[in-house]
């Protein structure tokens, strides 16, 4: 394994998922906001890798990303540390659940109170300083 200590970025990136929800919902929320961060973010993303014969694949998140726990009291600090560090985090709301496509995710955001969002995960991004602020307390999904 690399020595993480040597693996230093001045950015990173944190997901926070609600503890309660299932398996599935946990990656697939996790899928929706590492792509929404690294399509926000674009300088998250490395090369495309190539394999022994020359063949590509799809370029990854470069740097880590920290997956942590929470509960929705959690979850919603977290989203007002972000909004008051003037990041831009991705979220996902527990409505795009029962949608289909982008257009109705959007949709069930746009019809959601602000201050009572009903938040299963969350993506950050910014100044590793400053993400280590926002995600301050939570411990690591396990």
């Known amino acids: 394994m690399p020595d993480m200590v040597a693996m230093i970025y001045e950015t ?9 929800l299932a398996a599935w919902q946990m990656a697939n929320v996790a899928a929706f906001l590492a ?8 300088h998250m993303m490395g090369e495309p ?12 998140i470069r740097e880590p990303v920290f997956v942590f726990g929470a509960t ?6 977290t989203h007002q540390r972000a909004l008051s560090r003037e990041l831009v985090p991705a979220i996902y709301i527990a409505d795009m659940f029962r949608t ?3 257009d ?3 949709a069930a955001v746009a019809a959601a109170a602000p ?3 009903d938040l299963v995960g969350l993506g950050v991004h910014g100044p590793r300083k400053t993400i280590d602020k926002v995600v301050n307390s939570l411990k690591f999904l396990s």
């Open 12 to 20: 990173k990136a944190a997901l926070i998922l609600r503890r309660d």
């Open 72 to 77: 929705l009291e959690e979850l919603r600090r």
């Open 35 to 42: 792509g929404g961060l690294a399509g926000t973010h674009g």
């Open 104 to 106: 109705d995710n959007r």
């Open 49 to 60: 890798y190539r394999d022994a014969s020359g063949r590509t694949y799809s370029a990854l």
């Open 115 to 117: 201050d009572a969002l």
């Open 100 to 102: 289909a496509n982008d």
